[in-house]
């Protein structure tokens, strides 16, 4: 195995400032310590580099990917190799999902932090026409950034899209004149978590789906009450079912069944696609379904119900 | 019959702008639906469009992963059959192909309508970026559409603007192209483009029907007014029947002569008139049979009246540029207003007007030297 080759990437839309942000980052001393880069880049904005400003220039070695067929294992083991490169800083192109990335890059390459540059004045809009190339970088990131940010700009706004698809990454917003802010609302769940029985409500179902996927610990030992719709497998041990629902994140092509694994008495009753509301402990195991540690359900009491009112889960 | 247009564009180019203009002023009179399938920027805001008598039909995969076909031809049946509407505007997802919105137009097999335009918007500041970073889809855009809108091109460098330009047509030579600032243009004048009733084409054609039928006619009216000033008119008939063609100048407040033909209706206004002349045709005739050559330029520089004024004198050098036989322009002044002009040898006219969709240059003679008159003007 050759040795492991850290990737920093930076994600998000042309003029989101991703130049600018790697500029900075690789003018900075402390960043550039004699590592030899790679810096790759997959897109030419306006901003060019200006390698005479970085710390440690000769060190950097620049690399442009003019096409997505040029993303692929034996190229990038090149670059890396005629370069010598220790560490790849990449600007990756915001048209292009990350999962071509995760596809595509060398196995010895690792990512090892995720920032996503964004422009506030395109970002909303971007957002909504073109959601899921935002929800896949926003899904990973470990910040994301709001650059060109005026002092008028909506941050509900724009908490509630990144909270939407992510609860763990940092927001930060940088004003024209330089200065950064960082997004301080605090959304506490919408259930408490804390209540002898966590009860979700319908609408909850996805972000709670998420969370527990998320941080499942949290859950351990604890009861929670929700309603789902029930699904049968043939491959299933005799009183196990999945209940769960279907979850839509960013369009209708993106609709997927989510479940939980849930232990049920073995003369129950249940057809599948039956709705029910379950009461059950939750308890985090290794099983082989999960093909490792999950949250596996024990239904203390469960119930036939109405379907909710709007059927498909989402994240509002 | 209802006639759909539809206006594409990446996100932010200015579809919506565009679209409140010619709803404000160029559509008006017409009951229209507008479909749209992206979630502008400016939220067209209802109000303002019902006043107008406008639905709205908003589609809710705004969203390049999903299909919109099915949809579409839904929206377009269900709208169509409801309201009867004179035009429908359709303004796709800003990252979508615009060939896949046509064709979902045409599939939709919507008996009783026609398809109208199909216009791009294109943020002039941006082309060569968007080109060069999103390739397929931004390229589709200019590659079908009939008329390309530029925006943002007030203040742009002049440089910039032509390389902008280029490329542009580098992908796409056939499109009427607009690149003038649109608070100079009327919502009508945006409309004619895009109606493609006001292309480079059809200008030449015009203008070389005229001059075939000057140059056929033996007898010329003149009018004199005011002593020894004369003004080009046109009192003969003209019978080309394939092209129509409006000329505007200028807020028509001089005197404005009005040529009542059914099909070739033709207006000269001038106003801000520096310099009359005589109009006689003392030149060589040539007949209607005898082939002219013409020239033609779209051009995004920016002249003065004085380099127009000297190349028109010079356009006289029959030896270097040819027999030129008429020349009419309308271009950008360094100044941002517009000069028009009109030439027939020996007697130039050169004013101010309103706005171009872009500048344009044509030339008409026999044998003439194109190369020769592009350095003239500097367009080559």
């Known amino acids: 195995m050759p040795k492991e080759i850290p990737v920093y990437l930076f994600t998000g839309f042309l003029e989101g400032g991703k130049t600018k942000f790697i500029q900075e980052t690789l003018e900075d001393p402390r960043f550039n310590e004699g590592d030899r880069t790679l810096l790759l880049v997959c897109e030419e904005g306006e901003e060019e580099f200006d390698p005479s400003r970085f710390a440690d220039p000769q060190n950097v070695f620049m690399e442009l990917l003019e096409d997505i067929s040029q993303l692929n294992e034996v190229y990038l083991t090149s670059l890396v190799k005629k370069h010598k490169a220790d560490r790849v800083v990449l600007e990756y192109n915001g048209m292009w999902m990350l999962q071509q990335l995760y596809n595509r890059m060398p196995d010895n390459w690792i990512i090892y932090q995720e920032f996503m540059l964004c422009d506030a004045n395109t970002f909303?809009?971007?957002?909504?026409?073109?959601?899921?190339?935002?929800?896949?970088?926003?899904?990973?990131?470990?910040?994301?950034?709001?650059?060109?940010?005026?002092?008028?700009?909506?941050?509900?706004?724009?908490?509630?899209?990144?909270?939407?698809?992510?609860?763990?990454?940092?927001?930060?917003?940088?004003?024209?004149?330089?200065?950064?802010?960082?997004?301080?609302?605090?959304?506490?769940?919408?259930?408490?978590?804390?209540?002898?029985?966590?009860?979700?409500?319908?609408?909850?179902?996805?972000?709670?789906?998420?969370?527990?996927?998320?941080?499942?610990?949290?859950?351990?030992?604890?009861t929670v009450k929700f309603k789902g719709m029930a699904a049968l497998d043939k491959r299933f041990p005799k009183g196990m079912i999945a209940v769960g629902r279907f979850v839509m994140t960013c369009c209708e092509a993106d609709i997927q069944y989510m479940s939980l694994l849930c232990q049920v008495p073995k003369d129950n009753r249940i057809k599948h696609k039956d709705w029910l509301t379950v009461t059950a402990r939750v308890t985090v195991k290794n099983h082989p379904l999960y093909q490792g540690v999950g949250p596996v359900l024990t239904a203390l009491e469960y119930a036939p119900a109405a379907a909710p009112e709007q059927e498909v889960a989402t994240f509002y | 019959m209802t006639t759909i247009d539809i206006f594409s564009g990446f996100l932010g180019a200015g579809k919506t702008t565009l679209i409140k203009k010619l709803i404000a002023d160029g559509y008006q009179g017409q009951q229209l639906v507008?479909?749209?399938?992206?979630?502008?920027?400016?939220?067209?805001?209802?109000?303002?469009?019902?006043?107008?008598?406008?639905?709205?039909?908003?589609?809710?995969s705004g969203c390049i992963c999903c299909s919109l076909v099915g949809d579409f031809a839904k929206a377009l049946h269900q709208v169509i059959e409801a309201y009867h509407p004179d035009r429908i505007l359709i303004e796709p997802s800003g990252v979508?192909?615009?060939?896949?919105?046509?064709?979902?137009?045409?599939?939709?097999?919507?008996?009783?309508?026609?398809?109208?335009?199909?216009?791009?918007?294109?943020?002039?500041?941006?082309?060569?970026?968007?080109?060069?970073?999103?390739?397929?889809?931004?390229?589709?855009?200019?590659?079908?559409?009939?008329?390309?809108?530029?925006?943002?091109?007030?203040?742009?460098?002049?440089?910039?603007?032509?390389?902008?330009?280029?490329?542009?047509?580098?992908?796409?030579?056939?499109?009427?192209?607009?690149?003038?600032?649109?608070?100079?243009l009327s919502g009508a004048q945006i409309l004619e483009a895009i109606a493609q009733k006001s292309t480079l084409e059809a200008e030449l054609a015009a203008l070389a029907a005229e001059t075939a039928a000057e140059e056929a006619q033996e007898h010329h009216h003149h009018h004199h007014e005011d002593g020894a000033c004369c003004c080009h008119e046109h009192e003969h008939e003209h019978d080309h029947d394939e092209h129509e063609h409006h000329h505007e100048h200028g807020e028509h407040d001089g005197h404005e002569h009005h040529h009542d033909h059914d099909e070739h209706e033709h207006h000269h206004d001038h106003d801000g008139h520096e310099h009359c002349c005589c109009h006689d045709h003392d030149h060589h005739h040539h007949h209607a049979d005898e082939v002219f050559t013409s020239f033609g330029r779209e051009t995004t520089r920016k002249f003065t009246r004085e380099s127009i004024a000297s190349a028109l004198s010079a356009l006289q050098d029959e030896a270097r540029y040819g027999q030129i036989l008429r020349a009419k322009g309308i271009v950008q002044a360094e100044d941002g207003s517009w000069i028009h002009f009109d030439y027939v040898p020996g007697c130039p006219d050169i004013r101010s007007g309103s706005a171009g969709l872009t500048g344009r240059l044509c030339v008409i003679g026999a044998k003439i030297d194109e190369a020769a008159i592009a350095a003239l003007f500097g367009v080559e």
């Open chain 1, 124 to 222: 909303l809009s971007y957002n909504q026409n073109m959601r899921q190339l935002v929800v896949d970088k926003l899904n990973s990131c470990e910040i994301v950034v709001f650059n060109r940010a005026g002092a008028g700009i909506d941050k509900d706004a724009f908490h509630r899209v990144v909270r939407g698809v992510s609860r763990r990454c940092d927001i930060a917003y940088e004003h024209p004149d330089g200065s950064v802010e960082y997004d301080d609302i605090e959304d506490p769940l919408p259930f408490d978590i804390d209540a002898p029985v966590i009860t979700i409500e319908d609408r909850d179902f996805a972000l709670w789906y998420r969370d527990i996927s998320e941080e499942p610990k949290k859950y351990d030992g604890k």
């Open chain 2, 34 to 60: 507008l479909i749209e399938n992206e979630f502008g920027e400016i939220g067209i805001d209802g109000g303002f469009l019902q006043d107008a008598g406008i639905r709205i039909n908003e589609m809710n």
């Open chain 2, 96 to 184: 979508g192909k615009l060939s896949d919105v046509i064709r979902a137009v045409q599939s939709a097999d919507t008996a009783g309508a026609v398809l109208g335009g199909f216009t791009t918007v294109a943020d002039a500041t941006k082309v060569k970026m968007y080109m060069k970073n999103f390739g397929e889809f931004y390229l589709n855009q200019i590659e079908h559409a009939s008329t390309i809108i530029l925006s943002r091109t007030q203040g742009m460098d002049e440089k910039k603007l032509q390389a902008a330009v280029q490329l542009i047509r580098q992908h796409n030579d056939k499109a009427t192209l607009i690149t003038t600032p649109w608070d100079q």
